[in-house]
């Protein structure tokens, strides 16, 4: 279906476009098709409600569990997605904590996931750009607003914890694992001396200092000398990798026969964690060289993507958010679904 059809309206969604959304309804298509008025999706990361919102159009029989650590977006998308009546449920929760959500959830949509299991999951992950608009979170490097980058504003610590408490080597380890950060041990440095002055507060006092910092040569050609710092700032402050590590066991445990899980990365080290864990899944553990796989050791699901699909020419055009997008699909060929706590089997 096309998007034209549904008459999509971007204000609405906050002037959230959602990346590949055809190509993400297709993906899950076969099994939400398959499973008829049974099938159960989950948006993992429901943002505006955008990717929900096409699914629900898309999928007239299906029903989606939308789930979401910001409050404030959670209870947004849940009033632009009002119309779809009953088809749509939120849950306040970090996405890797949905196999507990499901688990004890109550109603119709939670008792159907359990008996069937979930027919398609989709994680978009990242910073929403929703939360990058909102000035006030300090996400944004353009934009003067206090230090703080948690998606769940009532929890955790603040990126201006990270910054006044760290020590040098911890500071300097998040920029260069997170951030890929060249002059991760220079910045640290300069914050550390930065810091015996005043706490960092907002986000211009430290914009100000990567400039001073990062040489002239690589602020030209590099693009802005503040985004590397931001992304592993952000990234420490949610532990979005853990959150990866933790949710990907758990999703594939809750796949119905059929079903299909789909991430869409925009960081070399978020895709780098979904490609080694669907590569796991979906590898005989029979000893190599046997000319067939034993009983019980044939993987139990298979790579949908060829590769890490990314985003036409004409969508980037569109929608310069799908650039760096890179997109992995892994369905269940066997067994039946459980739902597990986050981390897997505990």
């Known amino acids: 279906m096309a998007t034209k059809d549904l008459?999509?309206?971007?204000?609405?969604?906050?002037?959230h476009v959602p990346v590949m959304r055809e190509r993400m309804a297709d993906l899950l298509r076969p099994q939400v098709e398959a499973a008829g008025d049974k099938a159960v999706l989950v948006d993992a990361t429901l943002g505006a409600g955008g990717h929900t919102r096409y699914f629900l159009e898309s999928f007239p029989e299906a029903?989606?569990?939308?789930?979401?650590?910001?409050?404030?977006?959670?209870?947004?998308?849940?009033?632009?997605?009002?119309p779809y009546g009953d088809r749509f449920v939120g849950v306040n929760a970090r996405f890797d904590e949905l196999g507990s959500a499901i688990a004890e959830g109550e109603g119709d949509i939670f008792d159907s996931a359990r008996s069937v299991g979930i027919a398609g999951a989709l994680f978009d992950l990242?910073?929403?750009?929703m939360q990058l608009d909102q000035a006030d979170r300090g996400f944004a490097y353009k934009a003067d607003?206090?230090?703080?980058?948690?998606?769940?504003?009532?929890?955790?610590?603040?990126?201006?914890?990270?910054?006044?408490?760290?020590?040098?080597?911890d500071l300097a380890r998040v920029l260069k694992t997170y951030g890929d950060e060249r002059f991760a041990g220079k910045i640290a440095s300069a914050v550390l001396k930065e810091r015996d002055k005043e706490p960092f507060v907002n986000s211009a006092r430290l914009v100000e200092l990567l400039y001073d910092v990062i040489p002239a040569a690589t602020r030209r050609t590099g693009g802005h000398p503040a985004k590397r710092t931001f992304q592993a700032l952000r990234v420490e402050v949610n532990r979005e990798l853990e959150a990866i590590e933790n949710v990907l066991p758990v999703i594939t445990q809750a796949l119905s026969e059929g079903g299909r899980a789909v991430f869409m990365s925009y960081q070399s080290l978020e895709d780098r964690i979904v490609k080694a864990a669907f590569k796991e899944l979906t590898t005989s553990k029979t000893p190599a060289g046997l000319p067939m796989d034993l009983p019980g050791t044939a993987p139990k699901f298979k790579i949908v993507t060829r590769g890490a699909e990314k985003a036409s020419e004409e969508e980037v055009a569109e929608?310069?958010?799908?650039?760096?997008?890179?997109v992995r699909a892994i369905e269940r060929l066997e067994g039946m679904p459980e739902f597990l706590p986050p981390g897997g089997r505990q």
């Open 63 to 82: 029903r989606v569990i939308g789930v979401d650590r910001d409050k404030q977006a959670l209870r947004n998308a849940t009033e632009r997605l009002a």
């Open 7 to 15: 008459n999509y309206d971007v204000a609405e969604n906050h002037g």
């Open 145 to 169: 607003a206090p230090l703080d980058m948690r998606m769940d504003p009532s929890q955790g610590i603040t990126a201006a914890d990270v910054l006044n408490t760290y020590s040098h080597g």
């Open 319 to 326: 929608n310069s958010r799908a650039a760096s997008v890179r």
């Open 126 to 129: 990242g910073v929403s750009s």
